[in-house]
C-alpha cells in the first residue's frame, strides 16, 4: 500500500502559466516533505522541502504548500516554462535526518511553448 | 561539483546470473541508498546504509543484498537475476539531514533476459 500517492501521472500546462503538482500521504507521522525532479537518463534532483510545522515553503518560481489536516501537499511552479518538463516525485521521511525517503509514483509535467 | 557515480549505465544480464551495481560518492556523505524506479510506482527503497559496514533494509529488499566497506562506495548485489528485477537503479547519498535531500547519481538501467 503506497503511503504517498501521485494520482495525476501526467500534467500539461501552457508556457507563463502556473502548474499545481499534487501529493497525498497517508502516514500522519510523516515529519519531511520534498520535492525532486527527474529530466529522462538523469538521476532525480532535489528542488524544494518542508518541514510538517510549516505550510508553506518559497524559492523562486517554486512553492510547495502543506496541508496537514488533509494530508496533503502542492508543488506550484509559476511562471512555468518548457524547461520545467520532467517528472516530480514527491517524497516523505519520518525524521529530519532524511533517512528512508518514501516516494510518490511521480506526475509527469509538460510544459509547452 | 558533487557526485554519485553510478559505474554503469546500461546493463544487460542473463536469468540467474550474480549482479553487481556499483556506486561511488565524493561528499564524504554518511548515508546511501539503493532505489529502484519502475513506470506508477516511483521509487522503491531496497536497502541503505548510514556507515561502513552497515546496513539497513527498506521496502523491497528481497533477491537482493548490498556491501558498504567503505564510506564512499555501496554496492547493490543481485544474487540470482530474475526477470523481475529489470528495472532503473538509482544510488543516491545524503549528509543525513533532510534540508538537503538527497544527491542522486544517473542511474543503472538493468535488463534480465
Known amino acids: 500500500d503506497q503511503q504517498v500517492k501521485q494520482n495525476s501521472p501526467s500534467l500539461s500546462v501552457q508556457e507563463g502559466r502556473i502548474s499545481i503538482l499534487n501529493c497525498d500521504y497517508t502516514?500522519?507521522?510523516?515529519?519531511?516533505f520534498l520535492w525532486y525532479k527527474k529530466y529522462p537518463a538523469e538521476g532525480p534532483t532535489f528542488l524544494i522541502s518542508?518541514?510538517?510545522?510549516?505550510d508553506k515553503n518559497e524559492d523562486g518560481r517554486f512553492t510547495v504548500f502543506l496541508n496537514k489536516s488533509a494530508k496533503h501537499l502542492s508543488l506550484h511552479i509559476v511562471p512555468s516554462q518548457p524547461g520545467d518538463s520532467a517528472v516530480y516525485f514527491c517524497?516523505?521521511?519520518?525524521?529530519?535526518?532524511?533517512?528512508?525517503?518514501?516516494f510518490g509514483g511521480g506526475t509527469r509535467l509538460m510544459v509547452k511553448p | 561539483d558533487v557526485k554519485v557515480t553510478q559505474s554503469s549505465r546500461y546493463l544487460v544480464k542473463r536469468t540467474g546470473e550474480k549482479v553487481f551495481l556499483e556506486c561511488v560518492q565524493d561528499?564524504?556523505?554518511?548515508?546511501m541508498f539503493w532505489y529502484r524506479q519502475d513506470p506508477g510506482l516511483g521509487l522503491r527503497l531496497i536497502y541503505f546504509?548510514?556507515?561502513?559496514?552497515?546496513?539497513e533494509k527498506g521496502d523491497i529488499p528481497e533477491g537482493y543484498s548490498v556491501s558498504r566497506e567503505k564510506k564512499e562506495r555501496f554496492s547493490l548485489i543481485l544474487e540470482s537475476a530474475s526477470t523481475n528485477q529489470t528495472s532503473m537503479y538509482l544510488c543516491?547519498?545524503?549528509?543525513?539531514?533532510?534540508?538537503?535531500?538527497?544527491?542522486f547519481g544517473s542511474g543503472t538501467r538493468l535488463t534480465v533476459v
Open positions: 543516491a547519498s545524503s549528509p543525513g539531514s533532510a534540508n538537503y535531500g538527497y544527491t
Open positions: 502516514n500522519s507521522m510523516f515529519d519531511y
Open positions: 518542508i518541514s510538517s510545522i510549516k
Open positions: 517524497a516523505a521521511t519520518l525524521d529530519n535526518a532524511g533517512n528512508m525517503l518514501t
Open positions: 561528499m564524504d556523505h554518511e548515508n
Open positions: 546504509s548510514y556507515d561502513v559496514k552497515m546496513k
